[in-house]
């Protein structure tokens, strides 16, 4: 299917263990993002990219690892879970830098 | 560095009324794109409308308008005769073509929760 999907869409996971979720795009856009939502917080960025092997940090990057060796993939992986780490992630993808961003269904991940 | 702010955290109003939801935002570029999404309860994120810092014409779309205003640093959005379908979250965001450190950004507000009630 065409656009952007993340999987899992949900995810119950424990403190400590290593998780990762997964983003995959179908327009061959350079760009992508890894955001969170939190209640009083709005979309934070985590960490961006401009192409296949070049990413860098966002607002909130402690405590999360990503990698793009393909364009198309974009995956955020949380290396030792924390319970702060309980939230609404959203990948996005984008063309250029004055396009609109497209956003996948989201994954809400629970650490207990 | 790129800012959005949203002052406005929860909205409430009574159905058929017009209302305006709030966007400031600060950027160190001369050339940036200013974007409205919304975001339902059913929680996906839904592009609305995409807006170059060139052009400061408002615009509208059906029942939704835009007032973009350079000199205020704001893009203002505003529904008439809002409807229960309109209640959701709405995030403003910037992205501007700095090319330094923490360049292509995507930055959104904290957004504004707006409730209609019928």
């Known amino acids: 299917d065409a656009g952007i999907t993340q999987s899992p869409r949900y995810k119950i996971t424990e403190t400590g263990r290593q998780v990762t979720l997964m983003c995959h795009q179908t327009w061959s856009h350079s760009y992508m993002f890894w955001y969170r939502q939190d209640l009083g917080h709005g979309l934070r960025l985590i960490y961006y990219s401009a192409a296949a092997d070049i990413t860098d940090k966002g607002e909130v990057p402690d405590g999360y690892v990503v990698s793009r060796s393909k364009t198309e993939n974009f995956p955020l992986t949380l290396e030792s879970a924390t319970r702060s780490q309980t939230s609404v992630y959203f990948c996005?993808?984008?063309?250029?830098?004055?396009?609109?961003?497209?956003f996948g269904q989201g994954t809400r991940l629970t650490v207990v | 560095a790129q800012k959005v702010t949203q002052a406005q955290t929860e909205i409430s109003v009574v159905e058929k009324e017009d209302v305006t939801l709030d966007c400031v935002y600060e950027?160190?570029?001369?050339?940036?794109?200013l974007f409205w999404y919304k975001q339902p309860p059913s929680g996906e994120l839904v592009f609305l409308i995409r807006?170059?810092?060139?052009?400061?014409q408002n615009e509208i779309s059906g029942r939704y308008s835009w007032n973009f205003q350079k000199s205020t640093s704001s893009f203002n959005f505003t529904i008439t005769a809002s409807q229960v379908v309109d209640s959701a979250v709405y995030f403003c965001?910037?992205?501007?073509?700095?090319?330094?450190?923490?360049?292509?950004?995507?930055?959104f507000g904290k957004g504004t929760k707006l409730s209609v009630i019928p």
């Open positions: 965001a910037l992205s501007d073509l700095y090319s330094g450190a923490g360049s292509y950004q995507l930055t």
């Open positions: 807006r170059n810092s060139f052009d400061e």
């Open positions: 996005a993808s984008r063309a250029d830098r004055m396009a609109e961003a497209f």
């Open positions: 950027t160190r570029d001369t050339t940036y794109y």
